[in-house]
């Protein structure tokens, strides 16, 4: 039986909302991609021939655009597969965008929107954690499943039953980061440096705990913690007090909008440093923010574009082919979400949430972030891919 967070508590989350964790589409809407929804539209659409209709809400505008752009990219093919296959129920898939520009009041807002539309079979996202639990104690309430590909914060899936993640909860990606730093690349001084969100704060601890614990004999300490503001452009004072600690690794609790930045800055003080970050960082955008300087940038990722694997690489093709890039691993997280709703509706044989929601805990998905199965509280386990920037270009580590 899972327990129950109260509202009050997911709302004290609002004011430090975080990052969980940049493809072209059409500008988004609050609304939904097709604009204001009325009573009458709901009437209109009602009857066996509707669409099945599902909600990527997230950060379509903004400094985390990229996340919510790809996220509805990933959606949107995996719709448009289906569809070429007859859809599901018989009926068309349709995707509905919501912007929620990474703010806990809107997500509060657009969740309230999406449970008044009156004919959502589920929503795909929201990005950051801290909005991510602001807006589940209204889908919970109103029975309307949502799947984060993002969240990691652990208290979110505990929120009720309707809500999942495709996510690995945050302790377990910084051990596998810390497993870089300390077994791989044999560091034992390490520093810290994270943005001062919901999620970057709660990152930064986990690692402290986790060397306070978890590796606790391995002889690595943390040096130093630098805690920065998301989007500074001069993070050279929290680098100069990094290395002054004598830290011989970083770990970068922030997106590649962080990490690009950091490496950059870092080099011109000492280019021998290490650099460590999770798989939020993962992203074309952070090679071409931070050029030669991220060469060496290691961060453990559920899904490496880059795979041999026929099903993945055709998924890839697919992508880049539509949207001009290739997807991240939280993209790639929205694009099984999505199969997996999808999934869930057919085996219930209805839209109805409940009846989608038990079918849910049953399935187990073959996606290309690979196997997937929830557990009783809505929350997956997977494998981590070991990736380094190498010539410009992410490559396995093995």
């Not at 508590?9 to 940049?22: H, K, N, T, V, Y």
């Not at 009573?39 to 997230?58: F, H, K, L, Q, Y």
């Not at 801290?130 to 899936?157: F, K, L, R, T, W």
């Amino acid at each position: 039986m899972k327990r129950f967070l109260s509202i009050a508590l997911a709302m004290s989350m609002m004011l430090a909302a975080g990052s969980g964790c940049g493809n072209q589409a059409a500008p988004a809407s609050s609304q939904g991609s097709g604009g204001s929804v009325s009573a009458a539209d709901n009437a209109a659409e009602a009857g066996a021939d509707a669409p099945v209709r599902i909600a990527v809400a997230a950060p379509m505008t903004g400094d985390n655009a990229e996340y919510g752009i790809g996220f509805y990219n990933a959606a949107t093919l995996m719709a448009e597969k289906w569809n070429a296959e007859g859809g599901v129920l018989g009926r068309q898939i349709e995707i509905v965008q919501y912007d929620d520009k990474n703010s806990s009041e809107e997500a509060a807002s657009i969740a309230q929107k999406i449970v008044s539309d009156g004919d959502i079979a589920g929503v795909i996202g929201h990005f950051a954690s801290g909005v991510c639990m602001v807006a589940a104690p209204v889908y919970q309430e109103n029975q309307i499943i949502e799947i984060s590909p993002s969240s990691s914060h652990p208290d979110y899936s505990s929120i009720g039953d309707y809500i999942f993640r495709n996510n690995t909860v945050i302790d377990v990606e910084a051990s596998a980061s810390l497993d870089i730093a300390i077994n791989d690349l044999g560091k034992k001084k390490i520093g810290i440096i994270a943005i001062q969100t919901d999620w970057g704060q709660n990152t930064a601890s986990v690692v402290e705990e986790l060397i306070a614990g978890e590796y606790g004999e391995s002889g690595a300490t943390i040096v130093a913690r630098e805690d920065v503001m998301e989007g500074s452009d001069d993070y050279s004072p929290a680098i100069t007090k990094l290395d002054a600690a004598g830290a011989d690794v970083v770990i970068c609790c922030g997106m590649y909008s962080l990490v690009g930045p950091v490496a950059k800055q870092y080099k011109q003080i000492n280019p021998d440093n290490s650099i460590v970050a999770f798989s939020n960082a993962y992203s074309q955008q952070l090679i071409e923010l931070g050029g030669e300087a991220v060469n060496g940038v290691r961060f453990p990722v559920i899904f490496f574009s880059g795979s041999e694997d026929p099903a993945i690489k055709e998924y890839v093709e697919a992508y880049t082919a539509q949207f001009g890039s290739e997807p991240s691993a939280l993209t790639s997280q929205a694009y099984d979400s999505t199969g997996m709703l999808l999934e869930a509706i057919k085996a219930a044989g209805t839209t109805d949430s409940a009846a989608v929601k038990d079918e849910l805990y049953k399935l187990n998905y073959p996606g290309v972030t690979g196997d997937t199965q929830f557990d009783e509280i809505g929350d997956v386990h997977k494998a981590f891919v070991k990736v380094e920037i190498q010539d410009g270009k992410f490559v396995e580590l093995t």
